[in-house]
């Protein structure tokens, strides 16, 4: 079964950085297709930042030039470097997974989601 741990998680302020940290587990090779995704309170989950299946990353406008995302295959984790973070940047960050890569990326696609981890940025 397809497990999704995220870590890295903190609180910071304006400009500062922070690492993020996407364990998977229960699969092998490019079955599944990793994603980071970040929901603030009383707004809708979105999708930021995902490599595609030709190695390149794609990012959201909200992060772009700011936030990095790499990978890991041996150790099957994602990461997100978020660096010149701002008070925006505020939310529950999600790790997600789902078959076949795409681009934006679409919540309700992802089947296997991680419990997220808490990034808050203060002024």
């Known amino acids: 079964q397809v497990q999704l741990v995220e870590t890295g998680g903190g609180s910071v302020e304006v400009g500062g950085s922070l690492r993020l940290s996407c364990a998977a587990s229960?699969?092998?090779?490019?079955?599944?297709?990793l994603g980071w995704f970040r929901q603030a309170p009383g707004e809708e989950r979105e999708g930021i930042a995902t490599i595609g299946d030709d190695g390149i990353a794609s990012y959201a406008d909200s992060v772009k030039g700011r936030f990095t995302i790499s990978q890991d295959n041996a150790k099957n984790t994602l990461y997100l470097q978020m660096n010149g973070l701002k008070p925006e940047d505020t939310a529950m960050y999600y790790c997600?997974?789902?078959?076949?890569?795409?681009?934006?990326?679409?919540?309700?696609?992802?089947?296997?989601w991680g419990q997220g981890t808490q990034v808050t940025v203060s002024s």
């Open positions: 229960g699969y092998t090779g490019s079955a599944y297709c």
């Open positions: 997600a997974a789902r078959s076949g890569c795409s681009w934006p990326l679409k919540p309700d696609t992802y089947t296997r």
